[in-house]
């Protein structure tokens, strides 16, 4: 517990590294953990760590978990990253249908989409999206730089 909350407020606190070493140590007392599974891996999709490493933890956290759309979001960003876009979409798809409310796969779920060159349209999950703003308008910073981003791309492909 006390190496998974140093994880945590090491994250929070923007510093990757002691983050990555707290998870790892977690993982080592408790390997099927998935908060410290799903956090691991992220922290390495984030610092260009090793993405075959973080899409073995990402898998792991949703067998352990597969009723947590965040595990489903981080597996789908993993995806993505490393040219897999179809299981990506699949992946953000199944975190929107366990989350209707999780921005962030909502947010990813476009984008993927948009990767594809429009060929299903993403409208509606703007949609969904302006409507959660409404409620919760404050977003991580690089949630909103990802939003702007595709809301440009959105408008300049009109």
């Given at each position: 517990?006390?190496t998974?909350?140093?994880?945590?407020?090491?994250?929070r606190?923007?510093?990757a590294?002691?983050?990555?070493?707290?998870?790892?140590?977690?993982?080592?007392?408790?390997?099927?953990?998935?908060?410290?599974?799903?956090?691991?891996?992220?922290?390495?999709?984030?610092?260009?760590?090793?993405?075959?490493?973080?899409?073995?933890?990402?898998?792991?956290?949703?067998?352990?978990?597969?009723?947590?759309?965040s595990?489903?979001?981080t597996?789908?960003?993993?995806?993505?990253?490393?040219?897999?876009?179809?299981?990506?979409?699949?992946?953000?798809?199944?975190?929107?249908?366990?989350?209707?409310?999780?921005?962030?796969?909502?947010?990813?779920?476009?984008?993927?989409?948009?990767?594809?060159?429009?060929?299903?349209?993403?409208?509606?999950?703007?949609?969904?999206?302006?409507?959660?703003?409404?409620?919760?308008?404050?977003?991580?910073?690089?949630?909103?730089?990802?939003?702007?981003?595709?809301?440009?791309?959105?408008?300049a492909?009109?």
């Amino acid at each position: 517990d006390a190496t998974s909350l140093r994880a945590l407020i090491a994250d929070r606190a923007g510093d990757a590294k002691t983050a990555e070493i707290n998870s790892r140590r977690t993982l080592s007392a408790a390997p099927a953990q998935p908060e410290a599974l799903n956090n691991l891996a992220y922290g390495l999709l984030l610092s260009g760590g090793d993405l075959q490493e973080a899409k073995t933890l990402a898998t792991k956290a949703v067998a352990v978990d597969p009723a947590n759309s965040s595990f489903y979001d981080t597996l789908a960003r993993i995806q993505l990253k490393s040219g897999d876009r179809d299981d990506a979409v699949r992946s953000f798809k199944k975190a929107v249908e366990l989350g209707p409310e999780n921005l962030e796969a909502l947010v990813g779920l476009v984008g993927a989409l948009q990767s594809a060159g429009g060929r299903e349209p993403t409208g509606q999950y703007m949609t969904r999206i302006d409507e959660l703003l409404k409620f919760k308008p404050t977003m991580a910073p690089q949630l909103k730089r990802e939003l702007d981003a595709l809301r440009a791309a959105t408008k300049a492909s009109l």
